[in-house]
């Protein structure tokens, strides 16, 4: 994708998209909000990341930097295929606006499992030979993880530094063994990720057949229990029980008095080097097959990133050292060629961020709820943007711009509804018109502004345990109304098809 191309889009994750099934997934309802951002005159859909969740259901901490979320992997198209018989609901159903993880996990696993049975007892012989080439493209990562979750399912979830010690430590022998015991277990696990790889590939084709692209987001840090912590614990900063001595984070800033201690292990940025950063490499291919652009989260912390003591609590102790900068993306950009990559540049940011994200020739990203606690000047004011930018009413961890608006201090509020000339009832048209009107090449908008919905709809609060991550819409929601409005801004700011805005001859 161009990322120099002047366009809008909206930010939906999967899991946000109706459906019968207690979660949006890859099914139906993905390939008709396609054919509704495509009526609307988007041409981006961006995503949070769509590897596996992990505590507290973030897709920010998943357990493979690799793999996709399994419970994306739509049912209709295995019920097509006569793998599986058609889905009966629990009792109730499930709860068409949230997704209640609880519930919906375990019966979806049941479902899956089904379909693998289904498929090891029903598939034809080309849909075998499809799934056996696949397995063997992506086995530099494939075969890590399937062995992974087969050792770690039946131990329920039991981090991997509790294992046997052969097997934590990889022991040749164990290994071998472990495959040979688990061996329908990983050919489970396998045969998921065939099936989401699949179905993403497809809707990847069919958006881009109708002129949209698909925008990914690549954490930067791993889950220290994680495939890739247990494949290549040399990478990481750990001891030699395979404990972390120090993890990731951010120091205390005006969101929090105790900063944020996010416990991921820190990478050995001298052994990535020593190898070309190939690891990071194969995640960048990886990522680009599901995708036309991503954004790296926490992209401050490539230019320089805060170690916190293990043993500490919270962020208040650290240090901040120096990251690998821009031969990093040198390497892979001299493996993968120019990369279509969007830096998230937010929090705590310092001159070398910025001169590692204009080396680079990245984007970063302007968030117009931040603009209104200044003056004229704030950076986050549309007047004061570059085109080398992607402008957003706000983000999957901020309010919603109608709750924003509710929670507001007076001074903000008169100010922003000053600059956009608007009020309570209007302020997402009038943040959504002021980012598609501004110089940003790129203009997103989080479905629930779009939708012009309050605080009880935001997808995350950071820092808060419990709740998130679980927001879905209805299409009944969606008016044509919405449709139309959304689709004459788009195109009267050059962004969308001009005849969108239907002028009379």
Request: hydrophobic letters at 40%; charged letters at 20%.
């Amino acid at each position: 994708m161009d990322l120099t191309q002047r366009c809008a889009g909206v930010l939906l994750h999967i899991t946000s998209l109706p459906g019968p099934h207690g979660i949006g997934d890859f099914g139906p309802d993905a390939y008709r909000f396609v054919d509704w951002l495509q009526a609307a005159g988007q041409r981006l859909w961006q995503w949070l990341p769509s590897t596996p969740i992990g505590p507290g259901d973030s897709p920010y901490q998943g357990v493979s930097a690799f793999a996709g979320s399994q419970w994306m992997v739509a049912l209709e198209p295995l019920v097509e295929r006569g793998w599986l018989a058609a889905p009966s609901l629990p009792p109730g159903g499930f709860d068409a606006l949230r997704v209640d993880y609880g519930r919906v996990l375990p019966w979806r696993e049941a479902q899956l499992r089904a379909a693998a049975a289904g498929f090891a007892a029903k598939a034809t012989v080309a849909d075998r030979a499809a799934y056996q080439a696949w397995c063997e493209s992506q086995a530099g990562w494939l075969d890590d993880y399937a062995l992974f979750m087969a050792i770690r399912s039946p131990r329920g979830g039991q981090p991997w530094w509790e294992w046997p010690a052969p097997l934590a430590r990889r022991d040749a022998a164990a290994l071998a063994a472990a495959r040979l015991d688990h061996a329908d277990e990983i050919t489970f696990w396998k045969f998921v990720q065939w099936c989401f790889d699949t179905q993403c590939g497809a809707l990847k084709r069919y958006a881009n057949e109708r002129g949209v692209s698909l925008m990914g987001d690549l954490p930067i840090f791993v889950a220290h229990d994680s495939a890739d912590c247990w494949s290549r614990p040399d990478l990481y900063l750990l001891d030699d029980d395979f404990q972390t001595t120090v993890v990731a984070g951010v120091p205390p800033d005006d969101l929090g008095p105790l900063g944020q201690r996010w416990g991921n292990p820190l990478y050995r940025w001298d052994k990535m080097a020593d190898e070309n950063y190939a690891w990071w490499t194969a995640r960048v291919q990886r990522a680009l097959t599901s995708a036309d652009v991503f954004r790296i989260d926490h992209f401050r912390g490539f230019a320089g990133y805060f170690e916190i003591p293990a043993e500490s609590p919270d962020a208040r102790q650290g240090r901040w050292l120096k990251g690998p900068g821009k031969p990093l993306f040198d390497a892979i950009e001299a493996a993968l060629g120019k990369l279509p990559i969007v830096a998230e540049d937010l929090g705590f940011i310092t001159p070398d961020v910025h001169e590692l994200r204009d080396g680079c020739g990245f984007p970063g990203m302007k968030i117009l709820q931040f603009g209104f606690g200044g003056d004229g000047s704030h950076e986050f004011l549309p007047h004061n943007w570059s085109r080398a930018s992607v402008a957003y009413t706000g983000t999957h961890d901020n309010d919603t711009v109608r709750g924003w608006w509710d929670h507001a201090s007076p001074r903000e509020r008169a100010y922003a509804g000053s600059y956009l000339a608007c009020g309570e009832h209007d302020v997402h048209w009038a943040m959504i018109r002021a980012c598609c009107n501004s110089v940003a090449n790129m203009a997103v908008f989080p479905m629930q502004d779009v939708l012009g919905l309050p605080s009880s709809h935001r997808m995350n609060i950071p820092g808060v345990l419990g709740g998130n991550w679980s927001w879905r819409f209805s299409w009944p929601m969606v008016q044509p109304e919405t449709t139309r409005v959304l689709g004459l801004i788009t195109a009267a700011s050059g962004r969308g098809p001009f005849e969108l805005l239907k002028l009379p001859c």
